[in-house]
């Protein structure tokens, strides 16, 4: 399975656009990774980048992908962070090693082999 075009149509009708990172993500950001600073720090699913300015702003390096180019050219306009648009079940552009990957659930929304294929290029 691949990016679903609903997705995008949600997107461009400004159903998806939270500009807030969630308290629980930020809650496990401190708790469990610490201090951002220089970590290189990847979100599969970025939607219009939400979590970008919370993750910059800490000293974090922040990449995000998303399916939807209309979620993505938003995201570029008014956040900081490096953003493309891409299947994340085949792909990752920014080829490099990261400290942390995100995913709220973005992975979750794939059959299995697409899950399977997301995780392996996690671990990657």
């Not at 629980?24 to 600073?37: A, E, K, Q, R, S």
């Not at 900081?80 to 973005?106: H, K, M, N, Y």
Request: net charge negative.
């Amino acid at each position: 399975m691949t990016f679903s075009p609903e997705w995008n149509t949600a997107y461009e009708n400004g159903q998806r656009r939270s500009w807030k990172m969630s308290a629980d993500l930020n809650y496990l950001l401190d708790t469990f990774i610490g201090p951002l600073i220089g970590q290189r720090i990847l979100e599969f699913g970025c939607g219009v980048g939400n979590n970008s300015d919370v993750i910059t702003g800490s000293g974090g390096i922040y990449f995000g992908i998303d399916g939807s180019q209309s979620a993505i050219d938003e995201a570029k306009f008014h956040h900081l962070g490096e953003f493309a648009c891409c299947d994340f079940t085949i792909s990752q552009p920014f080829g490099d090693e990261f400290d942390v990957v995100i995913d709220r659930a973005a992975i979750a929304h794939n059959d299995t082999a697409g899950i399977k294929r997301a995780i392996n290029l996690i671990w990657r």
